[in-house]
């Protein structure tokens, strides 16, 4: 599974939206957060995230 706009993860205890993500060289994606924050990630990177379903 692969982190997608809207989904919100939590990173020291504070829920972080996702509002872009950059494709970088090697595999690595730039997370841009609603904070203004960002967040790298590479391949070896793990997150334990939890996706709501959106009720349309």
């Not at 989904?7 to 994606?29: F, S």
């Not at 334990?48 to 349309?56: P, S």
Request: hydrophobic share 40%; with cysteine.
């Amino acid at each position: 599974m692969s982190v997608q706009r809207g989904d919100v993860i939590q990173i020291g205890g504070q829920p972080c939206c996702v509002v872009n993500l950059t494709q970088l060289a090697g595999g690595v994606k730039r997370l841009h957060f609603e904070s203004g924050e960002l967040l790298t990630m590479h391949a070896r990177t793990r997150l334990v995230a939890l996706r709501m379903r959106r009720q349309w």
